[in-house]
């Protein structure tokens, strides 16, 4: 089929990278406002594996043409993968395709716009034989480039059987296991995105809530963790506590579903109260630290490990990390900083401020002197560290765990002192 995938989105460039893998001719536009100049350099999209080399092969075979002009004529397949404010430009977009053609087009709409926004662009089309479709970004950072070759599932929203045949044979290549598709109506796709961000991060806010409560109670968490998860009503996903939640997808989803529901007049106590529950965790490890040390913060030395928004990517959008430096920063605290991936991102944040230091290569290097290491994103490489040396370097060896990775009777028994998210060392077993 020929194609024309529209937007500077991650979704985007993984589109049109899978789809010229597997035989269609493929237009990528991006927006104006990140052109391929920019775009080709940016380090998510460097990071994200596999996917530039992808990009490379596809305009090395002449499957992927990048353009500034793509052309409207005669193109089976719009793709749109732009950004939730880019609304105004799908419009535009959709209202220059030609009001007759010799081929069946269908709009796909890849971004998460208001519910009900694939209709809207399906009316500005000019034709019978044109409609709009709407299937919604589940791409998964880190890991997208599997995510969309071999999916779970695909939200389809169409009620037109011959764009829904379209669309089965757009994704053949990538439906050949089993049936993914969920077929529904538009709008429930495009409500059944948000409504599955919605509850996972009401799992992980409701856990982080359970963490608190556990502290108090002088309970491991973990116990009741894993209670709850051999519940077969419940499972073990996004079950596990800890400082909080980022990203731009989920963060943007979320507040998406919040824009719908005050848009429909039905406003969300619990999706407020989920919002407030991770704002404040972004703040526990903060918390932790100024309890150890009685408020008394000016001058310490703290060690972080992880700055990105989750294993995997190059980003920090709404990453716990930006809340943790500011609030360690305001009490005077000297911040050193490792991530494998994402201090590109935080040095054009940070990178003039005398307090913070990065450190490239070496991890134990940043532990060098400190009053306590905080880890805020579980990369593997963080997961078994040498504790006797970490208990050299540092002045006092306390150990935050923001993400409940370490064993705390094991940290404990090395001469550590261990504080997680609702967990602390038995000191029976110490």
């Not at 009401?202 to 894993?226: K, P, W």
Request: hydrophobic share 40%; glycine share 6%.
């Amino acid at each position: 089929m020929r194609v024309n995938v529209y937007g500077s989105e991650l979704s985007a460039a993984v589109a049109a990278a899978a789809l010229s893998s597997v035989g269609h001719q493929v237009d990528w536009c991006p927006h104006p406002e990140v052109p391929w100049q920019r775009l080709e350099h940016a380090e998510w999209l460097l990071r994200e594996p596999g996917l530039k080399s992808q990009i490379d092969a596809g305009c090395r075979s002449g499957l992927l043409r990048l353009t500034d002009t793509p052309t409207r004529e005669d193109v089976e397949i719009h793709w749109l993968a732009l950004a939730p404010d880019q609304r105004e430009a799908a419009e535009a977009y959709v209202a220059d395709i030609p009001a007759a053609q010799s081929t069946p087009l269908v709009i796909v709409n890849n971004s998460t716009f208001p519910v009900g926004h694939t209709e809207r662009l399906e009316a500005l089309l000019g034709h019978v034989g044109q409609t709009a479709v709407a299937l919604p970004d589940m791409l998964e950072e880190g890991r997208a480039w599997e995510t969309f070759t071999r999916p779970a599932r695909w939200l389809l929203g169409s009620e037109d059987s011959q764009a829904t045949a379209q669309i089965r044979e757009l994704l053949r290549a990538f439906n050949r296991r089993q049936d993914v598709f969920q077929l529904m109506p538009r709008r429930a796709a495009e409500l059944a995105k948000l409504a599955i961000i919605g509850m996972l991060a009401t799992r992980i806010s409701y856990m982080n809530e359970l963490a608190g409560l556990a502290d108090s109670l002088d309970v491991d968490v973990e116990h009741v963790r894993l209670g709850m998860g051999a519940d077969s009503r419940i499972g073990f996903e996004y079950l596990y506590p800890g400082c909080g939640f980022g990203g731009p997808s989920f963060s943007r989803d979320l507040m998406r579903l919040a824009d719908v529901q005050h848009a429909s007049g039905r406003e969300s106590l619990l999706l407020e109260h989920v919002l407030d529950i991770n704002e404040q965790k972004k703040e526990t490890l903060f918390r932790k630290f100024w309890h150890h040390f009685h408020g008394q913060l000016f001058e310490r030395r703290v060690a972080i490990w992880g700055a990105a928004f989750k294993p995997g990517t190059t980003r920090i959008d709404q990453a716990p990390v930006l809340t943790l430096l500011d609030a360690l920063l305001a009490q005077g605290v000297n911040v050193s900083i490792h991530d494998p991936e994402a201090l590109p991102a935080l040095r054009d944040l940070y990178e003039q401020h005398p307090r913070v230091r990065f450190c490239d290569d070496d991890f134990y290097a940043a532990c060098e002197g400190a009053d306590a290491l905080m880890l805020v994103t579980e990369w593997k490489c963080y997961w078994n560290p040498n504790w006797r040396r970490l208990s050299d370097l540092m002045a006092t060896p306390l150990i935050l765990d923001g993400r409940n990775i370490f064993d705390p009777d094991y940290v404990a028994a090395r001469g550590l002192i261990y504080r997680g998210i609702g967990r602390r060392a038995d000191p029976t077993n110490a």
